[in-house]
Every structure is written in structure tokens, then in C-alpha cells.
């Protein structure tokens, strides 16, 4: 791609984007019938089905980037995301009007894994800050994430479906139930073949993306972690923007929330292959200061949200919970720091 003009890259880099989005709206209808079919539960389901499925995109890019030696674009993409998609529930709040969003989508399954994404991030922050140790060019840490990463899913599974406490009901709470036009007992198959389909779609999206945005960052000097925290971050994000406002939309909050917070855990995988595909030793000995600072702030604003999911206001500033107003705020400074700090 270093051969083709500005106005061509852009628009490739647009088409790729829109595929994304678009594939992302099917896949969040198809996640939902695939939960009421499967008694698999739409906190579940959004943690497992949908945040990976939307994730892959920015799993490519990472990983690519990674492979191509430029540790920070990978790392900054994958960091970069989880602060983004955070900020989409904080607006998403916006869209929603009853009541606070937090509040609404009271459940156990959310809650443990916000637990588990604070604890998968601040593994990467003990690589960054402990010696350089590497095996085969790999951190044992990106291990010890893996295989966190898989106890986690299971704890969250045995959350959802044997809770050992419940929250407090109230009129605003909305109750995770089958829709009425999906019927429990037909076949899963044939959504399930589409949804995986739609996957392999928005993977191939975000190769493309990873090209092009490395292609900016050699002709035009860019920094790798600009490109990486504030353009394919976002872009590749899109997907968890557009499926957060259908599932609320679609009054299928728990689907919402647990989509995001599922899509962050599974994004910490990121730095996990992204490891294995740098070939000059640990990736986390090979970033600079401004990746570690989107860390901090993905890790801030995933415990400002778990607070908002514990206290459950019903209403704040402009019906929005306060919690979402603190994610925009944080966010927002996050990327004046990155666009004009020396």
C-alpha cells in the first residue's frame, strides 16, 4: 500500500471501517437470538460472543503491528480500545433515557468480569515495571494473562448461571428475558454459521486497516501510539459503539453492558498474541510511557464503571449517571494529554 495516494488509502481505510460497523449490527441481533436460543444469557453472551467477535478487528491490527516490529502501535491500539469502548457505554447512557444505565442492567455476570479486566490489566503494568524476562520471546506474564483469561470466563459462566446473590430490584431494573418474536427452541445453527461468517468478515476489515495505518505511520512520521490510542483504536472500536446503542435500542441492556466490559477483558488477549508475534523479545519491555498511560486510564475508567455498576444511580446530571459523566471527562483528557503534552 505504500504506493497508492492519500485520497485512495483514506478511502480504503473508510470502506474497511464501514464493513466493520456493518457487519457489527448484524452480529449483535444474531448474539442476542443466539442467548435466547442457546440459555446461554445476555451478559454472557455480550462478554463472550459479541466482545470477541468485535474485537477481531482490532486483534488483527494489533497482532500485525506487532509482527511488523512496531511494539508501541501495537500495544496503543490494544490499550487505546479498551478506554474507547469503556467511553461508548458513558454514551450510550446518553441514549438511553429512563433511567441511569447501570442501573438498569443490574447483573452478578458484569460485575465479576469488571473484576477480572482489572486484574488482566494491571498484569501488563507488572511486565512493563518488573525485569526483562522472556522466553523464546515471550513474557511469562502473557501466559499467566492466557490462562487467566480462560479461568475468568469460566468463573463468569458459573456467575451467570448459579449467582450467589442478586440485585435489589426495583422499577427500573430490566430483567434479562427472551424476546417475544425469538422462539427458545428453534435451531441455533444456521445463525450461528451467519455470525461466524460476519466475524471472518470484520478480521479481514481490520488486516486491511493495519495496513494502512501502518502505511501512515512510515510516509508521514506519525506516532505510533497516536495512531494506534486515537485513530485505529476508535476505528476498530466502531463495532462495540454500534452494537452498544442496538442492544439498548433493542432493550437488551445486560447484552449492552456486558459486551463492552466482555469485549475490554477479551482485548487484553491483545498484548497476549501481539507478544508472541513481536519477535525482538517481550512487548512489554519495548513500549514507551504513553502506552502505559492509556493503560492507566483504561484501568481508571474500567474501575469508575464498576463503581457506577455497584452504586446503581438511578439518575444524575442530565439523566445520565454520574459515572458516565466522569468516563467522558477522563476520556476526553486523556486525549488532550496525547494530542498537545510535550
Known amino acids: 500500500m505504500q504506493d497508492l495516494s492519500l485520497p485512495l488509502l483514506l478511502g480504503i481505510f473508510a470502506l474497511a471501517g ?3 460497523v456493518a457487519a457489527s ?6 448474539a442476542d437470538l443466539i442467548a435466547d436460543r442457546t440459555k446461554l444469557g445476555e451478559a454472557m453472551a455480550g462478554g463472550i460472543l459479541l466482545g470477541g467477535a468485535t474485537s477481531l478487528s482490532g486483534v488483527v491490527v494489533s497482532v500485525t503491528a506487532a509482527y511488523g516490529g512496531d511494539a508501541s502501535f501495537a500495544v496503543s491500539n490494544a490499550v487505546g480500545g479498551i478506554a474507547a469502548q469503556t467511553l461508548f457505554l458513558g454514551l450510550a447512557d446518553l441514549f438511553y433515557k429512563r433511567v441511569n444505565l447501570e442501573h438498569a442492567a443490574a447483573e452478578p455476570a458484569n460485575l465479576f468480569q469488571a473484576v477480572m479486566l482489572l486484574i ?5 503494568i507488572a511486565a512493563m515495571a518488573g525485569p526483562d524476562i522472556a522466553y523464546f520471546g515471550v513474557s511469562p506474564v502473557s501466559l499467566v494473562m492466557f490462562l487467566g483469561y480462560l ?3 469460566r468463573l463468569s459462566s ?10 435489589v430490584e426495583t422499577s427500573d431494573t430490566r430483567k434479562d428475558e427472551p424476546d417475544e418474536e425469538n422462539d427458545p427452541n428453534a435451531p441455533v445453527l444456521r445463525p450461528a454459521l451467519i455470525f461466524v461468517g460476519l466475524v471472518a468478515i470484520m478480521g479481514l476489515s481490520g488486516w486491511v486497516i493495519s495496513q494502512v495505518a501502518g502505511t501512515f505511520i512510515t510516509r508521514y512520521e506519525l506516532s505510533s501510539s497516536l495512531v494506534g490510542a486515537l485513530i485505529t483504536a476508535i476505528i476498530t472500536s466502531l463495532p462495540e459503539l454500534v452494537t452498544t446503542l442496538v442492544a439498548v435500542r433493542r432493550g437488551a441492556l ?11 477483558t477479551f482485548d487484553t488477549l491483545f498484548l497476549v498474541f501481539s507478544d508472541v508475534a513481536y519477535r525482538d523479545g517481550s512487548i512489554f519491555q519495548a513500549v514507551g510511557e504513553t502506552d502505559l498511560y492509556w493503560l492507566a486510564t483504561g484501568m481508571l475508567m474500567t474501575a469508575i464503571l464498576l463503581g ?13 449517571g454520574i459515572e458516565s459523566v466522569l468516563l467522558i471527562l477522563i476520556y476526553c483528557c486523556a486525549v ?5 503534552a510535550p
Open 25 to 30: 449490527i448484524r452480529a449483535t441481533t444474531l
Open 254 to 264: 445486560q447484552l449492552a453492558v456486558g459486551g463492552i466490559i466482555g469485549g475490554n
Open 336 to 340: 488532550a494529554v496525547e494530542l498537545f
Open 151 to 153: 479461568w475468568g470466563v
Open 120 to 124: 488482566l490489566l494491571s498484569m501488563p
Open 158 to 167: 458459573i456467575v451467570g448461571e448459579r449467582p450467589m446473590w442478586r440485585p
Open 308 to 320: 457506577g455498576l455497584i452504586l446503581r444511580q438511578r439518575e444524575g446530571p442530565a439523566r445520565i
Open 18 to 20: 464501514a464493513i466493520v
